[in-house]
């Protein structure tokens, strides 16, 4: 199962991780001198050799008996996942800030609302706080060790209420969770909160109020009763991604960031589509959707033994959770089809090093950024920072 996480690895103490893209092996002999190195190219022979573990995991594939019961009782292998591991099995994502500066307290923030105010004047109607969103209606699981494992013993009643009221409420603008704030952030697939904990320890802003949720109600369980969890800066709610009828606790256009981090792997590919398109009708003109999964070839798909194929890349593992390999341009095709523009999408290809046990493990991951375009009008892009990388095919 630990190899199926990417985040399992331990790094250096004290070691700052750099954006990737930025530490290169120049030198093979240097291999064990760093925990890993970036954007490693892989030789015509190591290519083909991936490829052809992965066709022959691929065959047999898992009977459809067996898969439907995976899909069913999805949610049951995870809350048994966060039963068995709680808040133990990954670390805090504290590199997020690194690869999304767009979570971080930073002056890039404030560029941006400048420039969707500016673009968007003309847009907001007379008499509406912009903060509100343009939307009177909703439109609508995994994941490092918290800091603070500190607990509380109970959930806040207006928490408990909007939760409860979740499947048929329908949101106004001025009476949900966090509608006074002025930056919004939902994580979906939180797991334990390795996103959402750093990112409010992180960022003061007065203005910020994140929204995470996840299939596994141990998991939200799990987030609620954290030391660190301040219902006055966050809501954690249980939700089924691929769940058409199940609606999201705030307004259509009113997040400024979705973060997706290994959780689409875990959907059904033929129900990723209408997931990506629900969750983009969330997002303000100019919002963000931010993503990091797994890469076609990556060692977990190489890992996998025969009989664990449920279909093309996509696989399940020994505790019956699941898991797919994206390419880009499926990932591409995803968000595009969405109505979000690209601004990022690129492929991590990264070579991890156990240098106490003299191991080398190459890893596969995309990132992904996509923007809502403004409902109308051009305008100058805001600043997004990006990487030299190759955005070709994996190899």
């Not at 929204?211 to 966050?234: G, H, K, M």
């Not at 093309?312 to 969405?338: K, M």
Request: hydrophobic content about 35%; aromatic content about 10%.
């Amino acid at each position: 199962m630990a190899d199926s996480h990417p985040e399992c690895a331990s790094a250096a103490v004290g070691e700052k991780r750099q954006q990737f893209g930025s530490r290169f092996l120049s030198d093979p002999a240097r291999v064990f001198h760093h925990n890993a190195w970036d954007n490693v190219e892989w030789s015509e022979e190591q290519a083909a050799a991936a490829e052809r573990k992965v066709q022959e995991n691929s065959t047999p594939r898992v009977c459809q008996e067996k898969q439907v019961d995976y899909e069913v009782n999805a949610h049951k292998y995870w809350n048994e996942f966060y039963k068995i591991h709680e808040n133990g099995f990954f670390k805090d994502r504290h590199w997020l800030f690194t690869e999304f500066p767009e979570l971080a307290p930073n002056p890039n923030h404030n560029d941006l609302n400048d420039w969707l105010s500016e673009n968007k004047r003309s847009e907001v109607p007379e008499g509406r706080r912009k903060e509100e969103g343009p939307g009177l209606k909703t439109e609508e699981q995994h994941t490092c060790s918290s800091d603070s494992l500190g607990h509380k013993t109970q959930m806040p009643p207006l928490e408990e209420d909007v939760t409860r009221k979740l499947s048929h409420l329908e949101i106004r603008a001025d009476e949900f969770p966090g509608s006074s704030a002025t930056y919004r952030i939902l994580e979906v697939g939180c797991g334990v909160g390795n996103t959402v904990f750093p990112i409010l320890q992180t960022n003061n802003d007065p203005g910020l109020f994140v929204y995470c949720c996840d299939f596994s109600s141990t998991a939200i369980e799990l987030v609620r009763t954290n030391s660190a969890y301040d219902p006055r800066r966050c809501f954690a709610f249980v939700h089924d991604l691929c769940d058409e009828d199940a609606t999201y606790p705030v307004p259509g256009g009113s997040l400024d960031v979705i973060i997706l981090i290994f959780v689409l792997s875990a959907v059904v590919p033929d129900k990723m589509q209408k997931a990506i398109g629900r969750l983009s009708r969330l997002l303000k003109p100019g919002g963000m959707m931010l993503l990091r999964d797994y890469g076609r070839y990556d060692m977990a798909q190489l890992r996998f033994k025969k009989g664990q194929c449920l279909s093309e890349s996509f696989y399940v593992r020994g505790d019956g959770t699941r898991v797919y390999f994206f390419t880009q341009e499926e990932l591409d095709t995803l968000f595009t089809t969405a109505g979000l523009e690209k601004v990022q999408n690129l492929v991590d290809r990264r070579l991890q090093v156990n240098r106490g046990k003299q191991l080398t493990m190459y890893r596969v991951w995309i990132q992904c950024k996509y923007r809502k375009p403004l409902v109308s009008g051009a305008g100058p892009e805001p600043p997004v920072p990006d990487r030299i990388l190759s955005s070709s095919a994996v190899f």
